[in-house]
């Protein structure tokens, strides 16, 4: 099946410096990625949506500046936690839709943890 | 944000019990989507549902899109200590619109 990889898995920071996480869509063209928070035992919140050439939609409440998305390939969107906090802290989790399957179908990268100290 | 009621919240079961969970909506999707996250791991997909009515089965996993297109139920035969996990329904309304059940923690007691 289709493959979205993160990296890093994990990643700690000192507050007050900023933090990138990439995400791949491995094996398909992705026009469209998506980029998750998830606090423990709760659902996903959706952060913003990744468009290839665009600039990304951001969910309300999301700091745009904050929370830098850059989307320069058809396989690749990043994710830049700018000036963290601890209070960044949380599992990142991206996602990518592959176009290419009936019902345009998600798939999920693996997440990255991102610990600010 | 989301428009799905996904039930029930968490789950205690014995191996070998059937599990059965659903999501619903007020809203018609065309597509619907189930996925397990292990902790600390992203969503993994497990089922894709394209028509309303569709029964598709993977393994020990059974789902279907309900017939209104408002709803879906994942079925789990047979439970074993591995299928504990967070289960998530997705659904697809237009080409970028998903959106997300809250999950429901499954917990497989040997």
């Known amino acids: 099946g289709a493959v979205v990889s993160q990296h890093p898995s994990w990643v700690i920071c000192k507050s007050g410096t900023s933090v990138k996480i990439e995400c791949r869509s491995l094996?398909?063209?992705?026009?469209?990625m998506f980029w998750y928070r998830q606090f423990p035992k709760q659902s996903l919140m959706l952060m913003a949506t990744?468009?290839?050439?665009?600039?990304?939609?951001?969910e309300q409440g999301v700091e745009k500046d904050k929370f830098l998305i850059n989307h320069a390939s058809l396989t690749l969107s990043t994710l830049t936690v700018t000036s963290a906090h601890p209070e960044d802290s949380s599992f990142y989790i991206c996602s990518a839709r592959d176009v290419e399957t009936r019902g345009n179908t998600i798939y999920f990268g693996e997440g990255s943890w991102l610990t600010v100290v | 944000g989301q428009q799905l009621n996904q039930s029930p919240q968490s789950m205690f079961i014995q191996e070998g019990e059937d599990v059965s969970m659903n999501c619903t909506s007020s809203?018609?999707?065309?597509?619907w989507l189930w996925y397990k996250q292990d902790p600390g791991e992203g969503p993994v997909l497990l089922i894709a549902l394209y028509k309303a009515g569709e029964l598709t089965s993977n393994g020990r996993l059974t789902a279907q899109f309900g017939i209104t297109r408002k709803d879906s139920f994942l079925n789990i035969s047979a439970s074993i200590p591995s299928d504990v996990g967070i289960y998530f329904c997705a659904a697809r309304r237009t080409s970028n619109q998903f959106y997300f059940g809250t999950g429901t923690s499954l917990t497989v007691i040997p």
């Open positions: 990744s468009n290839e050439g665009s600039k990304a939609t951001y």
């Open positions: 809203s018609i999707f065309n597509t």
């Open positions: 094996d398909f063209q992705a026009t469209t």
